[in-house]
């Protein structure tokens, strides 16, 4: 079946810096999402990615359709106290109704 | 996007007792999910939940454990039945909307604790 790789697991940062991270997938997809979660909460939508190559921003955040159609990636700049939290991608492969969940990227923000 | 609401948000559970988790829409959708997320752990979808039909259950979960309704487009109810503790988790409902269908919205979940 399908499978994401999301990495890395966990990042501890400086308030200020600039995170990626990045999910890969053993199959081609034709939707990417990423998340964000906090404790004891849903998560909640980021960014939605359609298309390949596709290049979308939220304010600070950044994410990319890979070429490949197998990856993406989510970059937040000038982190903040407020971006701790673990993110996940998701993933729906061509004729697949499953959406499928990275192992999530746990974010700590040291200020 | 979606307006979800769940209910109860918390619950601290008896085992071997039963729970329902209710999910309101704001709209009518077509598709309607449920996930598991245990304590530290990623997303697993248990089932999907038709309108008019059979909820269609992933492996691993079934229906004498997870019984699903889904009376109407825009309300559906999850059932966690005969609880143990490994069944403690946030209990997610989800909406498929936008481009095809294709983005998931979540609500804020239900994190059930059984002692």
């Known amino acids: 079946g399908q499978q994401l790789n999301q990495s890395p697991q966990s990042m501890f940062i400086q308030e200020g810096e600039d995170v990626s991270m990045n999910c890969t997938s053993s199959?081609?997809?034709?939707?990417w999402l990423w998340y964000k979660q906090d404790p004891g909460e849903g998560p909640v939508l980021l960014i939605a990615?359609?298309?390949?190559?596709e290049l979308t921003s939220n304010g600070r955040l950044t994410a990319q359709f890979g070429i490949t159609r197998k990856d993406s990636f989510l970059n937040i700049s000038a982190s903040i106290p407020s971006d701790v939290g673990i993110y996940f991608c998701?993933?729906?492969?061509?004729?697949?109704?499953?959406?499928?969940f990275g192992q999530g990227t746990r974010l700590t923000i040291n200020p | 996007s979606a307006v979800i609401s769940q209910k109860p948000s918390r619950d601290i559970c008896q085992r071997g007792t039963s729970l329902t988790i209710q999910c309101q829409v704001d709209s009518q959708v077509t598709m309607m999910f449920w996930y598991r997320q245990q304590p530290g752990q990623s997303l697993t979808l248990i089932a999907t939940a038709n309108q008019g039909s059979e909820a269609t259950y992933e492996s691993g979960f079934v229906i004498d454990k997870f019984p699903i309704s889904r009376p109407n487009l825009t309300f559906s109810t999850l059932t966690v039945s005969n609880m143990s503790p490994e069944d403690s988790s946030i209990y997610l409902c989800s909406v498929a909307r936008g481009y095809s269908g294709n983005t998931i919205y979540f609500g804020e979940g239900s994190w059930l604790t059984v002692v």
């Open positions: 199959s081609i997809f034709n939707t």
């Open positions: 990615l359609y298309k390949a190559g």
């Open positions: 998701a993933g729906r492969g061509q004729g697949a109704q499953k959406l499928v």
